[in-house]
């Protein structure tokens, strides 16, 4: 085996040097030195070329993002990083055929389903939101959103170090969405979303909103909390209409970085919209080239 297969980006080095706050920051609750971050990656790496039924990214600030979210752990990191490349083997509707500039995609980011805001929060956090009722369940499959989602999310701790350190603070607007949205919502489907939100991805959710919820989605909440680990049920949240509209789901979001329609004055949810589009399509060969990496089938 090569090591190409284990990524072909393992000469680059760790060149993203974090400001003194942060170091403070990851020192407190990361666990993190320079000592132990060198050896983490250090360690990782050895592991990685181990295991050759893995094909793996090998840059350090790739591995950086697991080995933080996983505070040092070494034995955790190296079994959120294998549940990650297994997903990847295991849902291709999900994680294959990630061109940004396929109809389905195009479609997908023009209509705004997922949001970056352009700044961080107070906290240091990223914010995504995710405008469900723009997807059309009779003409849009559940599985293309959920790609986009996930390609939005690799693009956005590609060169960031903010989602592994502070985290992401994700909001799902629920306004417009039908009982025929929530019967998409099949068990395996929610398993599958909250195995990677909590088991997979190396990127710290700091909390999860819904808003804007009709009386009715209580039953689908109930489906995703089932799958959850007791830390993470703490970090999500309901919001009714009424709630939204006092914009109490955003307390601890600063006006400045909201869009006019969410209560701020960071623009419009349009120039979202193009904002995030721009940023996934000018990653289109990087996504494309990810594709290849993920636990090896030996069948």
């Not at 050896?39 to 933080?68: Q, S, V, Y």
């Not at 025929?180 to 997979?200: A, D, E, F, T, Y």
């Not at 970085?257 to 979202?272: D, F, H």
Request: charged share 30%.
């Amino acid at each position: 085996m090569t090591d190409l297969q284990h990524g072909d980006d393992s000469d680059k080095q760790y060149q993203y040097e974090l400001a003194s706050e942060n170091k403070e920051y990851v020192a407190a609750h990361l666990n993190e030195t320079d000592e132990i971050r060198e050896n983490g990656i250090a360690e990782m790496k050895r592991w990685i070329k181990k295991n050759d039924d893995l094909c793996a990214r090998t840059d350090d600030f790739f591995i950086l993002h697991f080995l933080r979210v996983c505070k040092f752990n070494l034995e955790k990191t190296k079994t959120r990083m294998r549940k990650y490349y297994k997903q990847r083997l295991d849902l291709p509707e999900w994680f294959a055929n990630k061109n940004p500039f396929q109809p389905e995609m195009q479609e997908l980011l023009n209509l705004g389903i997922i949001l970056f805001l352009s700044k961080q929060d107070d906290q240091g956090r990223m914010v995504l939101i995710i405008r469900q009722k723009q997807n059309n369940p009779d003409k849009q499959k559940l599985s293309d959103v959920i790609k986009i989602s996930l390609m939005a999310m690799d693009v956005m701790m590609k060169d960031r170090v903010a989602p592994s350190l502070y985290g992401l603070a994700l909001f799902i607007d629920l306004d417009g969405v039908t009982a025929r949205h929530l019967m998409q919502l099949r068990p395996h489907i929610v398993m599958n979303i909250v195995h990677s939100w909590q088991g997979c991805y190396p990127i710290r959710l700091r909390s999860i909103n819904f808003i804007n919820a009709p009386k009715y989605v209580h039953i689908g909440v109930a489906i995703f909390k089932s799958f959850m680990n007791e830390k993470m049920r703490q970090r999500l949240h309901v919001y009714s209409r009424d709630e939204t509209v006092m914009h109490k789901y955003f307390k601890d979001i600063p006006v400045n970085i909201r869009p006019i329609e969410y209560g701020g004055t960071n623009g419009t949810v349009q120039e979202m919209i193009e904002y995030t589009k721009k940023l996934v399509e000018e990653n289109r060969d990087w996504l494309i080239d990810s594709e290849k990496y993920k636990v090896i089938s030996k069948q």
